[in-house]
């Protein structure tokens, strides 16, 4: 995983490390601007390339926690109690979000053996117990066996040259990925020779690209790179080994909202449930309550070898008085944890909280915005599913279905607290009309609360009609859906097979989003809502309302497209009820 800290050139040009054994460096001089270019297998450019081209074994660390080698898909494991087979990368988030739900200190994992593990030079072995995977991952050393560079990558196809002991070419190979890159290398003698055809793209952490010439550009533009992201090699995850001074940072760069709190094992988070914190650099911090009302205090860190402390000291706030261990970072949240029961949980806040209400004002008349979930008091409105609003001046906001357009007013103001909020009304749909907290600003997603309640609404953006908005994949995956019949080839919950509810049905998806479902050859046809778009997290998404009653109800979703032919599409969607996987695949008569 590249957890990105600020990018910095380093003048180290001249030495890159070359491990002999696994035991042993040596150091030797990068190809200086004027050498030939051929470069030797063994030499430090070749190790440099080897490194880059490495299998990273880090992302999956949340698993197996080593970061030299990385399980092969598919596998299944026991998290919490909760059996889940992961098939690709984004499934691990499902572990994670397991692991958030609820806030304890402890959470479980186990490994369904046997399973085969892949290291950085792609060999691969299988593992058939957890005794097994312990002795390996101990061998993977922060700083040791783990040496990929993950701050760069290359651009392929890349063509590569071998050459006699002479320096006349034996033969030419081109290389399309990472795996086919480090084999070839790996298939070397020592001493062989080999050329690159340049110029070759690298791509930088931060999207950036780089174009080299020669094997001295090459070597100093990976060399340059190397250190200048955090690759969260420490064998845990969530890039949990951070330092004091990046604690402070984080901590000082937003407001916090109180999320969760704990004092003496007992619970005291209904009290101070979205208090807002502010910590400023000269070490005070401001506390307002949810009526507005400011309490001061001050905070300061030091580092011991447990890690970062947090200690706190209000005269008022009395129940936040202790020095905190700061027992995990995640993205937008922090957790402190104190002996004797004692836990607070902050979630950073930086876009939702803004006393300009023209900020969000804009931001919603930018594009349409399409709902991906209301729920009220828990219970979630699948009827509403793939709705799009259309925020309009003078307070005027339209809802629509693709066929029926209901008209209501919005009004954007901020709270005691200074946060943002969304109040809508319609006289048609009173699920909506509620004065909804900004809880959340991601990207192309906003999120909605009711303060204290189990009121939640989650919007996309969608910018269709946006030349700068057009992508490529979105495009592709609609037309190919508008491009006839289908028909559910298989749907199943889990490990439940229940195709058989939907094989009557025809859907066609037709423009203005409307979806057709037809029952029998000349049966009776009723509407529905799909869309494609891809979400705040880079996903792409198939959004799918086919009612809410009967077998359709089940495909009232926002599914995970999983792939597409001329012929076939497959979704999926992970179901929190059944902890497993839905999985629906259309195929044309």
């Known amino acids: 995983m590249k957890n990105v800290f600020k990018y910095s050139v380093f003048s180290l040009l001249f030495m890159a490390t070359l491990m002999v054994t696994s035991c042993q460096d040596e150091f030797e001089e990068l190809p200086g601007p004027d050498e030939q270019q051929t470069i030797m297998a063994s030499s430090s450019t070749a190790r440099l390339i080897e490194r880059t081209s490495a ?13 030299c080698f990385a399980l092969d898909f598919p596998y299944t494991v026991e998290v919490n109690g909760i059996e889940i087979t992961i098939d690709s990368r984004e499934d691990l988030q499902v572990i994670e979000e397991i692991f958030d739900a609820i806030d304890t200190d402890v959470d479980v994992l186990e490994i369904i053996f046997p399973v085969t593990i892949t290291f950085s030079d792609y060999t691969k072995i299988t593992i058939n117990n957890r005794e097994e995977l312990m002795a390996l991952a101990e061998e993977c050393l922060e700083g040791g066996a783990d040496d990929d560079i993950e701050c760069i990558d290359f651009v392929y196809p890349i063509t590569l040259f071998t050459f006699d002991i002479n320096e006349q070419q034996t033969g030419s190979v081109t290389v399309n990925n990472d795996e086919e890159l480090r084999l070839f290398f790996k298939g070397l003698d020592e001493n062989d ?3 690159i055809d340049f110029p070759v793209t690298l791509k930088l952490y931060d999207g950036t690209e780089v174009v080299v010439n020669s094997n001295a550009e090459l070597a100093a533009a990976i060399e340059n790179a190397k250190d200048a992201c955090d690759e969260d090699d420490d064998n845990d995850y969530n890039d949990d080994d951070f330092t004091l001074e990046r604690f402070n940072n984080l901590i000082t760069e937003c407001p916090w909202l109180v999320r969760e709190v704990q004092r003496d094992a007992i619970s005291q988070t209904d009290q101070y449930f ?17 009526a507005g009302n400011v309490l001061n205090g001050f905070w300061s860190t030091r580092i011991t070898d447990r890690g970062v402390l947090l200690n706190l000291e209000f005269d008022f706030l009395v129940d936040f008085n202790l020095e905190w261990f700061v027992y995990e970072i995640e993205p937008g949240k922090i957790k402190l944890y104190a002996e004797g029961g004692n836990k607070i949980i902050l979630k950073s806040v930086c876009d939702v909280f803004n006393d300009d209400p023209n900020t969000l004002r804009e931001i919603l008349r930018e594009c349409a915005w399409v709902i991906k979930k209301v729920l009220l008091n828990g219970d979630e409105i699948e009827r509403l599913i793939g709705y799009e609003f259309k925020f309009m001046a003078e307070g005027v906001v339209t809802l629509s279905n693709g066929i029926n357009v209901s008209e209501g007013s919005w009004v954007i103001t901020t709270n005691a607290q200074g946060r943002l909020v969304l109040a809508l009304e319609f006289g048609n749909e009173p699920s909506l009309n509620f004065e909804w907290l900004l809880s959340d600003l991601r990207n192309d997603r906003l999120k909605f609360n009711i303060e204290g309640t189990a009121y939640e609404l989650i919007v996309q953006r969608v910018c269709d009609d946006d030349p700068a908005n057009v992508d490529g994949d979105v495009l592709e995956i609609r037309n190919v859906m508008m491009g006839g019949e289908w028909m559910v080839a298989h749907y199943s919950e889990g490990e439940v097979d229940q195709t058989q509810n939907f094989m009557p049905y025809t859907f066609v998806f037709g423009a203005e989003h409307v979806m057709s479902i037809t029952l029998g050859q000349t049966g009776t046809t009723q509407p529905g809502i799909w869309r494609v778009l891809r979400n705040s997290d880079g996903k792409l998404k198939v959004y799918l309302n086919a009612g809410i009653e009967g077998e359709l109800a089940d495909l009232t979703d926002d599914w995970d497209f999983v792939s597409m032919t001329s012929n076939r599409i497959e979704l999926k969607s992970y179901s929190d009820t059944n902890a497993s996987y839905d999985v629906l695949v259309f195929e044309k008569p």
């Open 55 to 67: 299998n990273d074994g880090s992302f999956d660390n949340i698993v197996d926690g080593a970061s």
């Open 193 to 195: 020779l080999i050329s």
């Open 274 to 290: 979205e208090y807002l914190m502010n910590f400023t650099e000269d070490g005070a911090v401001t506390v307002k309550d949810r």
